[in-house]
C-alpha cells in the first residue's frame, strides 16, 4: 500500500494531460496534413531541440514531469540539453558528443527492445 | 479483327471467356462477395514464411485452378500473361516458374487483369493461340510494404487511402467456347494530372478511367444505357464519385449502371477498409468472383470492365513525381 501513498496524483494528472496533449497535435498533423509519420517525427525531435535549446522545454518538464520527457519532443529536449553541457564540458567537441551521451539510455533501449521485439515477434495484417 | 474509332479493336470472332478462378485472403472473404470466390484463405501467410512467398503460392494455385476447371489439358495452354505489383513482376515470375506454358510478364499496375485480357484475345483472335491463360495478384502487406510503409511500424492510413487487395484472379481465353464473349477492347493512354498523393490512388487515376470510358463510347458509337454494368477496377469511394461527376460533366450519366470493384468486395462501414479496395487483385477476383458468375447466370448480359493502373513506384513517389494513371476497357457480351 505504501506505493500508492506515495504516488504524486496531481503529478500524474499533469502528466497525462500535458503527453496527451502533445499526442493530439500529432494526430492533427496526420488527419490534417498530408505530412508522413517520419516527417511528423522528424518535426517533434526538432520542435524539442529548439525549445530545449532556448530553455523553454525545462518549464514543460518542471510542470508535467514524464508527460514532457516521454514524447519525441522530450527526446529533442534532451539532446539540446545533453549538447549544451557537453560544449560547457569538453568545448566544441560537446556540441557534438553532448547530445547523444545525454539521449544514450534512450537510444541504446530503443535498440535493444527493438531487436527483443523483432527475436519474439512476427508482423502481422492490420486490423484497419 | 480490325481497329474502330481511334483506340479500339473489334473482335470479328469474339474469343470466350472459358473459365474463371479466384483465391482471396481473410479480409476479403469477410467482405459482401465472399460467396463468390472459389477459395477463401484463413491466413494471410497460407503456410509461408513471407508474404511474398504466399502471394506466389496465391496465383500458382489460382492458375492451376482455372486451368482444372477449364478441363483443358495443361498442353493446350499455348500461353500464359501474367503479372502483379511486386518490384520485377516476382510473385508471377517465382509463382508460375513451375507452370511450364510460355509466358509473357506484364505489368501495368492495378490494371493489369485488363491489359493481359486484352492481349489475351488479341493473341487468340489472331490465331496465335487457342487458349490463353491470364493471371494476376496482389497482396496487402507485400504492397504497403513496397510502396508505403513497412507493416511493423504500425502507420495510420487517411480516409483516401485504399486498401490493397490479397488475392488472384485468372481467367482463360479461348478460341473456341459458349461465352461470355470478349467484343471490344479499348486499350488506354497514360493520363497524368499531377496528383502526387501515394494515399489518394482513386482520384489519380479517375481521368485516365475517364478518358478510357468516353473514348470506348465515342469509337464504338455505344451510349452508357448499353451496358447492364460498367466497372471500373480500384478507383474506391473517392475515385467513383470523381469519375461519375467527370463523366457527367461530359454528357456521359453512368450514375444507374456503374460500380466500381474496390467498392464491392469490402463492407467500408464494417470493416474498416477506408477509401475501398485496390491492387491488382481487386478487379481481377470481382470479375473472377462475382461478374463472371452473373454472366453465365446471365444477371449481367453485357458488361465493360475498365481497370485501372497507378503507374508509380516508391522511388519516384519520395522524388516528388506525380502520379500517372491507366485504364483498360474490356467489353464482355453473352
Redesign the interface.
Known amino acids: 500500500m505504501g506505493f500508492f501513498q506515495t504516488l504524486d496524483y496531481m503529478m500524474l494528472l499533469k502528466a497525462f494531460i500535458v503527453g496527451g496533449l502533445i499526442c493530439i497535435i500529432g494526430q492533427i498533423l ?2 490534417k496534413t ?1 505530412l ?2 517520419a516527417r511528423i517525427l522528424v518535426i517533434f525531435v526538432t520542435t524539442g531541440v529548439i525549445l530545449g535549446g532556448l530553455g523553454i522545454y525545462k518549464y514543460l518538464v518542471d510542470f508535467a514531469g514524464s508527460g514532457a520527457t516521454v514524447p519525441l519532443t522530450g527526446f529533442g529536449n534532451a539532446l539540446a540539453k545533453g549538447a549544451i553541457e557537453g560544449v560547457k564540458q569538453y568545448g566544441f567537441i560537446g556540441a557534438f558528443t553532448g547530445g547523444v551521451t545525454a539521449a544514450a539510455g534512450g537510444i541504446a533501449a530503443a535498440v535493444f527492445f527493438g531487436y527483443i521485439a523483432a527475436l519474439i515477434a512476427k ?6 | 479483327m480490325n481497329r474502330i474509332g481511334n483506340q479500339t479493336i473489334k473482335f470479328n470472332n469474339p474469343p470466350t471467356i472459358l473459365e474463371t478462378a479466384s483465391i482471396v485472403g ?2 476479403e472473404a469477410n467482405g459482401p462477395l465472399s460467396k463468390y470466390f472459389d477459395k477463401c484463405l484463413e491466413d ?1 501467410f497460407w503456410g509461408e514464411n513471407s508474404w511474398e512467398k504466399a502471394e506466389s503460392k496465391m496465383i500458382k494455385e489460382a492458375s492451376n485452378l482455372a486451368i482444372s476447371k477449364s478441363n483443358l489439358p495443361i498442353s493446350d495452354i499455348n500461353f500464359c500473361l501474367a503479372g502483379d505489383l511486386l518490384n520485377q513482376c516476382i510473385s508471377s515470375n517465382f509463382g508460375l516458374r513451375e507452370i511450364n506454358i510460355p509466358f509473357f510478364g506484364i505489368f501495368g499496375a492495378c490494371s493489369t487483369f485488363a491489359e493481359s485480357l486484352c492481349l489475351g484475345s488479341i493473341l487468340v483472335e489472331s490465331n496465335a493461340a487457342n487458349n490463353v491463360l491470364c493471371s494476376v495478384s496482389s497482396h ?2 507485400s504492397a ?1 510494404k513496397q510502396f508505403r ?10 480516409q483516401s487511402a485504399q486498401w490493397t487487395v490479397t488475392g488472384s484472379g485468372c481467367a482463360i481465353i479461348s478460341k473456341t467456347g459458349q461465352g461470355p464473349y470478349i467484343t471490344h477492347i479499348t486499350p488506354g493512354k497514360i493520363i497524368d494530372m499531377g496528383i502526387k ?1 501515394s ?1 489518394n490512388m482513386g482520384a489519380a487515376m479517375a481521368p485516365a478511367a475517364l478518358d478510357t470510358l468516353i473514348t470506348h463510347f465515342k469509337d464504338t458509337g455505344r451510349n452508357p444505357s448499353y451496358y447492364d454494368g460498367i466497372f471500373t477496377g480500384d478507383l474506391g469511394y473517392v475515385g467513383k464519385e470523381i469519375l461519375t461527376e467527370l463523366a457527367l460533366s461530359k454528357g456521359y450519366n453512368i450514375k444507374s449502371n456503374y460500380n466500381d470493384c474496390g467498392v464491392l468486395i469490402f463492407d467500408k462501414d464494417a470493416q ?2 477506408h477509401s475501398g479496395g485496390s491492387g491488382c487483385a481487386c478487379a481481377a477476383t470481382v470479375f473472377s468472383g462475382y461478374i463472371f458468375n452473373q454472366l453465365k447466370e446471365k444477371k449481367y448480359k453485357k458488361i465493360l470492365l475498365i481497370a485501372t493502373g497507378a503507374l508509380t513506384n516508391s522511388t519516384t513517389a519520395q522524388q516528388g513525381e506525380s502520379i500517372p494513371g491507366i485504364a483498360h476497357a474490356v467489353s464482355i457480351e453473352i
Not at chain 2, 149 to 158: A, I, S, T
Open positions: 496526420i488527419d498530408k508522413t509519420s508482423p502481422k495484417m492490420k486490423k484497419q | 481473410p479480409k494471410e496487402f502487406c504497403e510503409f513497412p507493416l511493423e511500424l504500425g502507420n495510420q492510413r487517411p498523393d494515399n474498416d477498409t
